[in-house]
């Protein structure tokens, strides 16, 4: 009973990180994030560029500019802004993170990581999975 509700919730937040995804101003790929804590949502992010730079993610190329940041990378520097932490949280995303941020994310004590599509390098996921991170990849996330 209690990992059906659980399921019912870890949906609930995707689909919030979905609709949050939106907000990103990146052609190529939207993602969203979203951290709670204790059953509260204490941060959201998306990828984007850094305030007050252009929203402009992409260069002539399509290729993604080197300082553009992860959705996970915002939505956790959004809390170190804050009074809240990131200690025994869990972190929902609908892309896998990278290894880059797979690093802020085990820094900042995040004990969870619940995703919807998985990243081409997957040594992120990996890299939670052995430091005792809980990983769960949740492909269908039905409207309701």
């Given amino acids: 009973m209690q990992q059906t ?3 019912r919730y870890d949906k609930a937040y995707l689909r919030m990180a979905m ?3 939106k907000l990103s101003h990146c052609d190529r790929k939207k993602v969203g994030a979203i951290i709670v804590k204790d059953g509260m ?3 959201d992010g998306y990828n984007g560029t850094p305030s007050g730079f252009d929203n402009c993610c992409e260069d002539d190329n399509g290729n993604t500019h080197w300082f553009v940041l992860h959705a996970e990378a915002n939505a956790i520097l959004k809390v170190a802004r804050s009074a809240q932490n990131c200690k ?3 972190l929902y ?3 896998s993170p990278c290894k880059d941020c797979s690093k ?3 820094q900042a004590g995040i004990e969870r990581v619940v995703f919807m599509k998985l990243y081409k390098d997957q040594s992120g996921v990996e890299f ?3 430091s005792g991170v809980d990983v769960v990849q949740i492909e269908e996330v039905d409207a309701e």
């Fill in 5 to 7: 509700k659980q399921l």
């Fill in 19 to 21: 609709t949050w995804s």
């Fill in 41 to 43: 949502i204490i941060s």
């Fill in 88 to 90: 025994g949280a869990t």
């Fill in 93 to 95: 995303l609908t892309l």
């Fill in 104 to 106: 802020l994310v085990l």
């Fill in 128 to 130: 939670l999975s052995a």
